[in-house]
């Protein structure tokens, strides 16, 4: 039986935690993979697969600044921590089609957008929506 989800923060501390930043609107969730099949999560807009246990800096500050831009654009966000279940990384390499994808991995809803590399490209180029296919 999996854990409950917990509402947090956009920070990357491991759920669940008490933080004093307040978020506003956006919503961020850490789910188990069955709790992401019960919330439909193609219904949730944006999917964000990371690990909360990494000893690279280069990953922690990659999903750090996902997580930021997607809070600070008010683009509301799932993330999904594959350090908590195997069945999680499995997605997020199924859905990145590529059986060594690492976090982080973005996608909206079952459609895959991409890895951090792409991400920080539209954000350069102004394709942000574009690229997380809103």
Same mark, same amino acid.
Do not use: W
């Given at each position: 039986?999996?854990?409950?989800?917990?509402?947090?923060?956009?920070?990357?501390?491991?759920?669940?935690?008490?933080?004093?930043?307040?978020?506003?609107?956006?919503?961020?969730?850490?789910?188990?993979?069955?709790?992401?099949?019960?919330?439909?999560?193609?219904?949730?807009?944006?999917?964000?697969?990371?690990?909360?246990?990494?000893?690279?800096?280069?990953?922690?500050?990659?999903?750090?600044?996902?997580?930021?831009?997607?809070?600070?654009?008010?683009?509301?966000?799932?993330?999904? =921590?594959? $350090?908590?279940?195997?069945?999680?990384? !499995? #997605?997020?390499?199924? %859905?990145?089609?590529?059986?060594?994808?690492?976090?982080?991995?973005?996608?909206?809803?079952?459609?895959?957008?991409?890895?951090?590399?792409?991400? =920080?490209? $539209?954000?350069?180029?102004?394709?942000? !929506? #574009?690229?997380?296919? %809103?």
């Amino acid at each position: 039986m999996s854990k409950p989800a917990h509402l947090v923060c956009c920070c990357i501390k491991p759920a669940p935690h008490t933080c004093t930043e307040d978020t506003g609107t956006v919503v961020s969730l850490f789910l188990s993979l069955d709790q992401v099949a019960l919330v439909k999560i193609a219904e949730m807009s944006i999917t964000v697969f990371f690990t909360s246990v990494s000893s690279s800096r280069e990953i922690k500050k990659t999903q750090q600044k996902i997580f930021d831009v997607l809070s600070s654009k008010k683009i509301n966000h799932v993330g999904v =921590d594959i $350090a908590q279940d195997i069945e999680s990384k !499995e #997605s997020m390499r199924e %859905l990145a089609q590529n059986p060594t994808a690492l976090p982080p991995q973005i996608c909206n809803g079952n459609q895959y957008c991409g890895d951090y590399d792409a991400f =920080d490209n $539209a954000i350069e180029e102004g394709t942000l !929506e #574009s690229f997380l296919k %809103l």
